[in-house]
């Protein structure tokens, strides 16, 4: 529908020029929405170089890609843009990895609280598989085929085992507070409840040392069988379902830490090279 009226071409020449005062350049642009004529006169007042600018920035603004939430929640602690654009595309930092992690933790617990009279069987069995999540999470934190952003991480400017580190943090924290929330459910069992934190530390840290041999989810399957197999061994040796848990086994987690740093120090550099894209 058209106006009853038309702006004059000295009005449009300044609202052209950007040099109309604030109250008649909104009046302008209000009539502007309506007058087929006006518009026509005033498009060629307009700067091709000015519009192309303003098209190019409606563009940007519609194609760029929106953080989801785990970008969000790290850009407001402070992480850099391109950082958290890279710790959001973790694999195991999505919602449905979160889900499926706690609803296999949870359910354990679950059973373990409701089962703790009869047998230390289900909290062996949740005490083994919070110690493995961080290194599941580790598996599919970076790597070919488990990545879907890997090539991209690899041409940013970021040393790939700086990268490997940041996301493992991310993993573990995450990891390490959802095995927590679903240990509320073993409180009967006291200090059962933190007996899989220095484990899930040292495997995680052997697995970033097995990865700078191998791919990562080959070294998160080779430390994974490899503490299945000790803790069922120890276990059936003892007749106790919780002998991998005890005091010297906790020493020994706690050796594995110091050493896998220690090898860590020396061998980082290797994921730049062994990680093949």
Do not use: K
């Not at 990268?163 to 943090?169: A, H, N, Y």
């Amino acid at each position: 529908m058209n106006a009853t009226w038309h702006a004059d071409p000295a009005v449009l020449a300044r609202y052209a020029a950007d040099d109309l005062d604030d109250v008649r350049a909104a009046s302008l642009e209000a009539h502007l929405l309506s007058c087929d004529g006006c518009r026509e006169a005033l498009a060629p007042m307009v700067p091709a170089a000015r519009l192309d600018a303003v098209w190019s920035g409606v563009e940007a603004a519609l194609d760029a890609p929106r953080p989801g939430v785990v970008e969000r929640g790290l850009l407001r602690l402070g992480v850099h843009d391109h950082v958290a654009r890279l710790l959001a595309a973790t694999p195991s930092l999505r919602m449905s990895w979160f889900s499926a992690e706690a609803l296999a933790l949870g359910s354990a617990a679950v059973a373990a609280a409701h089962m703790r009279q009869a047998s230390g069987g289900w909290l062996f069995v949740f005490l083994v598989l919070a110690s493995l999540a961080p290194v599941a999470g580790v598996a599919v934190a970076f790597g070919p085929g488990t990545d879907p952003v890997y090539e991209v991480g690899i041409a940013a400017p970021m040393r790939s085992d700086r990268l490997l580190f940041i996301r493992t943090i991310a993993v573990l924290l995450a990891s390490l507070a959802i095995a927590g929330v679903a240990a509320l459910a073993l409180s009967g069992f006291d200090r059962s409840v933190a007996l899989w934190l220095l484990p899930a530390l040292g495997l995680t840290l052997a697995t970033l040392v097995a990865a700078t041999w191998l791919r990562p989810i080959g070294a998160a399957c080779t430390v994974g069988l490899g503490w299945l197999v000790v803790a069922a061994a120890a276990s059936t040796a003892a007749n106790d379902p919780l002998a991998a848990f005890h005091v010297l086994a906790q020493f020994a987690y706690a050796a594995t830490i110091g050493v896998s740093l220690l090898i860590l120090a020396f061998r980082h550099v290797a994921y730049e090279g062994r990680i093949p894209a």
